[in-house]
């Protein structure tokens, strides 16, 4: 026992190994068995939510959380590489910025209102059916127009494609929106 | 384990700075303050506590129809991302009193944080003012050559995202040998004024850090011939015992005076 | 491409490597320039007398690829005798209309092409509603196939020769005087540029917003089109013209569109009118006879059983009339004008932030307070969700929360990592990104969202069967959802995009697949592939293989990486050249098969001759690249289509400190929008006094778009943490100004403040005999975030170029001064100061 703790001082290493006290015999507990904190982590294929060059992306992740993100080596586009944006993706996930709850702004309020989000989904659903409601025009000269002009949608580009389905999906083929657009337009 | 080492050859650096956020990312280091310098687009200024590698831009003079690719005169833009040299001779090494830097396995100088008292010895020590003292957290930081992930055969996070592969990381020896071989292929499309900088002639005998960069390294804030301060150290101790010697000998030569 | 695609440009570090020269041409010395062996900066919003030069060098020297211009584009098809061009008519094109200020493209067809004409008997034409992203032939196109042509390209109205004299004023001297190019780096510049063609070589283009965002942006783009088909260079490996795209998915959001002009696939959303109430008259008006289009009916038929499902039936039209018919503008600017004109109820804002990313960005702002009602979701309450709050206008008493009637949502979005999904990146590549973990609190996927308010809205419509909520009645809304939040199943959602068999669902394994009799749904035609088993969702294969990467991702359609690829060999399916070989004719297995998947029908000989009367696919000869073309040529010259021309011709910005040096009488795209109104004021045309300088607006690498993904981050923000303008030492010098001091830009709409980055990276141009200069201003900032600063958007207008809808911002008009623009009421009054000094 004794031996052994003496052996931690690093003196005493450095006496044994004859070591200049620049070396092993002074490496702490934490240094000799320092090992990435991805070790053990599970790893999902992703992509950079950034650009559109669409660089490939590891997700390290452990009991539900985020432990880094990284570039994917074997992506053919991009070789395991990231830009400044890219290499920042687990900031931008985790930064204290991030939003986390419902806001809610009450007409002519000068703060903002904590909502929850069940309550604030049908309200939102009461909104768009009033708007629409009042709005919508079936026909016009006799003609189908089956349009509401009232309520509209912008975003897009750097939702899933799956997502800009959906909304084009029920906005336009099933709520009669026309107004609908984002940033992408060559 | 092999002595690794990175090469930043600065001809093939983009300025994104990929390698400056790759290596916060990885080591969660904090910003460097918000500060804007008006010095062309480096805003983090050095390598420092919270910047352990920081992309230096360099400007020059621009000539319509050359871009910075052109031989024919220097890149009206130069990038190049410094870090801590690894020092064979580290001069932050030689200075701690505490054994709080190490050399790893691979040659990497690392600042052991479970040890650092904050004493700053190193930080004077270095010939390139790579380390400094978080003033808050009280201890010393620098490039830790991502010893974490070297230990598992992962190549460090900056090398990793490097874009361009400006940033190569590899065995030591190799790597030298690629940066003559760039160096002549550069001389062969016209660029002779490609270097490296490897100061294998200094007292800090070489560096795991080597640079491929065009014109004079001390625009890139290169030393040209980078000392560790130990080096004195013998000069030092020998003037001080020659010193030490004559003070005694005259105080011997007062008393045996007063004798008389 | 460095700036602002760093990992893409890789690739053009390696060709560089490899030999390949690398020129690049911006009115900023950037971090791209750096690494290029040429920089040309340009004024900005010159762009086609500079393509347009290069095309008439290209011509003039013989240096064209001639047997790919001759077989492969349409150069040799003769045009019609009562075209005249804008060398003829001083600017404008023949069928321009004075009082519609609208073209009637009739006569750019070809010589003996009819005007197929609409059920209505309407004219061939677009609708003005229409923008650009659809297939809007407008009734005319469909005959195209029906041409004559000269092969030896001489008779005088072939499209080579029209080419020919409409280029021959776009000389290295035009480029001198108004691009403010010195003619000799030029023609360096040029032959350089021009070397890379025939069956050895090729040269690729890039371009990004710095071409499209102009009031002629898509005709710039078409300049770059032309030049690249006479040197051969499309369809062929290292050719090309690659939009680098700057988001995420952005070429996923045209394919699968949240746009109002199209419908996934880019088949065309109906246009109100006579010839839009019937399905087959729809079909009749945007299909084609020939080419991959005649299948048009089978891909709208598939949608609208994706949509609505079993209600939509052969005797119904399947629903085509529960499609809303669209009237007019109803693009992002044109509806936002409706805003600020309180004709708008409600909004949705997700994942964007037009309250500093959109032009004008003040009148941005401003229109969200005539709003009920706005969503907003986003991962950081935007600029736009708290415009009532702390906006410039709030400051300087323009708007005041007491008075905003405004309700609005701000809900948290989910993050990539955070939810299953794909992107569509910059080259067509779908790629999944699985979710690695739960969302926290209350962030959620919009797929979450749009399906439970879907749900919602679904119940309510059950409640009330009238015609009106019998599409949302229909609709097919029945995804299962999964895990702790009840996320809807996104592979079913790709499922459904990539198509199946109506009869038993099973997925159908490509677009080949679809039928026009109501057999098949499918999302979207252009995917449809991507998901030919329920295990085997292609966008998310990660085992790559061969020099293009295949295996891993799916790129549309039919996983091929490069689209028009028989153009890559020659006429008789043999490669030109072994060096540049992608796709060829295998004369032994008589099938097309390469390094690529063939971007042309299997087992299509080179030889072939179509029949007089054949249709689709078949109507196209063997050595017909170009399938979606209804003649299988490039288009060198664009027949229909376009609302500004058959080719592009230059227009200067429509704020400008020049008059049009080609057409005095002509300065700006006459078709284009200035949506001019007291709220989106204009400088002068020809050179207004009050603002002498060229504005131009860009993008950091350590910022993105307006910011919300990067302003917040400690790790980006620290990189670019202030709004900087950069000007050139001699502007600094005529205006005393010091470097890092503050300036105040200001133009028609607003006055904003920045540091000056004084730098000799911005040069001064000689243009017309005197110097220009030009203010350039990263647009990526806002009033909130870790690094705030002015709002550049502020500065520019609204505009729609009239093909895509899409606004000027690389070429406006300011003034700079020395010193900070007041705080509050007062910086409202320096800008009105400006607007009031003397023209």
């Known amino acids: ?158 939702l899933d494609n799956e997502e800009n389905y959906l909304i084009k999906k029920l906005f336009t083929g099933g709520l009669g929106m026309v107004c609908v657009s984002n940033q992408a337009r060559i | 384990m092999s002595t690794t080492a990175f090469l930043t050859d600065s001809t093939l650096c983009i300025g994104c700075k990929a390698c400056e956020v790759a290596c916060k990312e990885w080591n969660q280091i904090s910003e460097d303050g918000y500060e804007w310098s008006g010095h062309s687009y480096d805003n983090t200024q050095a390598v420092g506590h919270s910047t352990w590698r920081h992309v230096k831009f360099v400007e020059n003079p621009v000539e319509i129809g050359l871009g910075g690719n052109s031989g024919e005169q220097l890149p009206a833009w130069g990038f190049s991302s410094d870090v801590c040299k690894h020092c064979e001779v580290a001069g932050c090494l030689e200075a701690c009193p505490t054994g709080a830097i190490v050399r790893m396995e691979f040659g990497a100088v690392f600042v052991q944080p479970d040890v650092c008292n904050g004493c700053s010895y190193c930080v004077v020590s270095c010939p390139f003012g790579v380390v400094q003292k978080n003033e808050e957290d009280g201890r010393a930081f620098k490039c830790t050559f991502c010893s974490d992930r070297q230990k598992a055969g992962l190549a460090p996070a900056c090398a990793k995202a490097c874009p361009t592969e400006s940033i190569k990381f590899g065995n ?83 008393f045996l005076g007063e004798r008389r | 491409m460095a700036e602002n695609h760093p990992v893409g440009f890789q690739w053009v570090m390696e060709a560089r490597h490899k030999g390949a020269k690398v020129i690049h041409v911006d009115p900023r010395y950037t971090r791209t320039s750096a690494m290029a062996d040429y920089w040309l900066p ?15 060098y290209t011509l003039t020297h013989d240096r064209y690829f001639r047997e790919y211009v001759v077989h492969y584009t349409n150069a040799p098809i003769i045009l019609r005798e009562d075209f005249r061009d804008t060398e003829d008519l001083g600017g404008i094109f023949s069928g321009w209309d004075k009082e519609k200020q609208a073209y009637s493209p009739e006569t750019w067809l070809y010589e003996g092409a009819p005007s197929a004409d609409s059920p209505s008997g309407e004219k061939a034409g677009h609708s003005q509603a229409g923008g650009g992203h659809g297939k809007d032939r407008g009734g005319e196109a469909g005959r195209l196939y029906k041409y004559n042509d000269d092969p030896t390209l001489q008779n005088p109205r072939c499209v080579f020769q029209v080419l020919k004299s409409h280029f021959a004023r776009y000389t290295p001297e035009l480029v001198e005087r108004a691009c403010g190019i010195p003619k000799e780096k030029f023609l360096q510049v040029a032959d350089v540029f021009i070397s890379a063609s025939g069956p050895e070589k090729t040269g690729a283009i890039c371009y990004a917003v710095g071409w499209t965002q102009h009031s002629k942006g898509p005709q710039i783009i078409r300049a770059a089109a032309i030049l690249q088909l006479l040197l051969g260079n499309i369809g062929r490996p290292g050719g090309g013209i690659l939009a680098l795209r700057g988001h995420a998915t952005i070429q996923g959001s045209t394919d699968i569109p949240t746009l109002y002009d199209i419908l996934p696939g880019y088949l065309p959303m109906p246009f109100f009118g006579s010839d839009s109430q019937k399905l087959e008259s729809y079909i009749k008006k945007h299909g084609s006879e020939t080419g991959w289009w005649a299948n048009f009916d089978r891909y709208i038929i598939s949608l609208l059983k994706a949509w609505y499902g079993d209600a939509a039936t052969q005797s119904n039209d399947f629903c085509f009339n529960y499609l809303p018919r669209v009237t007019g503008d109803h693009s992002h600017f044109g509806y936002w004008l409706d805003m600020a004109d309180g004709k708008m109820e409600g909004l949705f804002v997700m994942g964007q932030n037009p309250g500093v990313g959109a032009p004008n960005a003040k009148l941005q702002r401003t229109a969200l307070s005539k709003l009920k009602w706005l969503v907003v979701r986003d991962f950081v309450e935007t600029e736009t969700a708290s415009f009532w709050k702390d906006s410039p206008e709030v400051q300087r008493g323009e708007l005041n929360p007491k008075n905003i009637a405004t309700e609005i949502f701000f809900l948290p979005a989910s993050g990539h990592a955070e939810k299953d999904g794909s992107y569509t990146n910059t080259q067509r590549l779908v790629q999944f990104h699985e979710k ?71 997925l159908v394994s490509g677009y080949r697949d679809l039928k026009n009799n109501g057999s098949t749904a499918c999302g979207c035609w252009i995917y449809s592939g991507m998901m030919p088993a329920p295990d085997e969702n292609k966008a998310r294969k990660r085992e790559p293989h ?48 390469g390094h690529d998947i063939p971007d042309f029908t299997k087992k299509k000989p080179p030889d072939h001759k179509p029949d007089k009367d054949a249709r689709g696919d078949d109507a196209l000869a063997g050595d017909k690249p170009f399938i979606m073309h209804p003649d299988g040529t490039g288009w060198i010259w664009v027949p229909s289509g376009l609302k500004d021309g058959p080719l592009p011709t230059h227009y200067e910005p429509l704020e400008s400190i020049s008059s049009n040096p080609l057409y005095p009488e002509v300065p700006v795209n006459p078709v284009a929008k200035k949506m001019e109104r007291p709220d989106n004021p204009y400088a002068f045309e020809g050179g207004d006094a009050r603002f002498p300088y060229i504005l131009s607006t860009y993008r950091l690498t350590e910022h993105h778009t307006g910011g919300g993904m990067t302003r917040y981050l400690s790790h980006l923000a620290e990189l670019q943490p202030e709004l900087f303008a950069e000007i050139s030492p001699e502007l600094a010098a005529e205006l005393d100004i010091q470097h890092g001091e503050y300036i105040t830009i200001s133009s028609a709409r607003s006055a904003i403040e920045a540091r000056a980055l004084i730098t000799a990276r911005i040069k001064p141009l000689l243009v017309e005999g005197r110097n220009v200069h030009q203010v350039c201003v990263p647009y990526q900032f806002g009033y909130k975030g870790l690094v705030t600063g002015s709002v550049p958007n502020d500065l520019l207008a609204i505009s729609e170029e009239p093909n895509v809808r899409i606004m000027e911002t690389k070429a406006l008009v300011c003034n700079v001064k020395r010193g900070r623009l007041p705080q509050g009421k007062a910086g409202l009054e320096v800008w009105k100061e400006e607007m009031r000094r003397p023209a």
């Not at chain 1, 070591?19 to 991805?38: C, F, I, K, Q």
């Not at chain 1, 079936?138 to 975003?155: F, P, V």
């Not at chain 2, 130990?230 to 030092?236: H, L």
Request: charged share 25%; aromatic share 8%; with cysteine.
């Open chain 2, 172 to 254: 030591l020896e190799e790597l030298r040998l690629e940066a003559q071989l760039r160096v002549k292929e550069l001389e062969a499309r016209g660029i002779h004024d490609a270097v490296v900088y490897d100061p294998l002639d200094t007292s800090v005998k070489g560096i795991h850090a080597l640079f491929l960069l065009r014109g004079d390294p001390r625009s890139y804030n290169l030393p040209p011939h980078p000392e560790v301060p130990t080096t004195y150290m013998k000069k030092g101790w020998t003037s001080a015992a020659i010193a030490a010697g004559v003070m005694l000998g005259a105080t011997l030569l007062a």
């Open chain 3, 436 to 506: 690695a973990v739960d969302a926290l609190g209350d962030n959620r996927s919009e797929t979450w969202f749009v399906y439970h308010l879907g749900r919602r809205l679904k119940a309510k419509a059950a409640k009330e069967p009238t015609p009106r909520n019998a599409a949302l009645n229909a609709l097919t809304w029945d995804y299962n959802t999964h895990g702790k939040h009840g996320e809807p199943v996104v592979d079913e959602i790709d499922g459904e995009i990539n198509g199946y068999r109506v009869e038993n669902r099973t």
């Open chain 3, 42 to 56: 340009l004024r900005a919003g010159t762009d086609i007398i500079f393509l347009g030069a290069l095309i008439n």
């Open chain 3, 546 to 593: 061969g020099l293009y990467g295949h295996g891993w991702g799916y790129a549309w359609p039919s996983d091929r990486r490069i689209l028009y690829n028989r153009a890559s060999a020659r006429p008789d399916g043999k490669p030109w050249s072994e060096r540049k070989k992608l796709v060829w004719w295998d004369e032994e297995k008589k099938e097309w098969t």
């Open chain 1, 1 to 158: 026992m004794l031996p052994k703790l003496l052996s931690r001082w690093p003196l005493v290493r450095q006496i044994q190994t004859g070591g200049d006290g620049t070396g092993p015999e002074v490496m702490t507990e934490r240094t000799h068995t320092l090992g990435p904190r991805t070790n053990g982590a599970q790893v999902a294929r992703s992509v950079c939510p950034y650009c559109g060059v669409g660089c490939g992306q590891l997700i390290f992740h452990k009991d539900n959380k985020l432990v880094s993100i990284e570039g994917d080596p074997e992506s053919p586009i991009s070789r395991g590489r990231l830009c400044p944006k890219g290499a920042d993706s687990f900031e931008l996930l985790t930064h204290p910025h991030r939003e986390l709850k419902v806001k809610y702004r009450r007409p002519f309020s000068t703060d903002w209102e904590d909502l929850d989000l069940e309550v604030a989904m049908d309200m939102i659903a009461d909104r768009v059916w009033k708007s629409r409601e009042k709005s919508f025009v079936e026909t016009q000269d006799g003609q189908s127009l089956m349009q509401t002009k009232a309520i509209g949608h912008l975003g897009g580009a750097t």
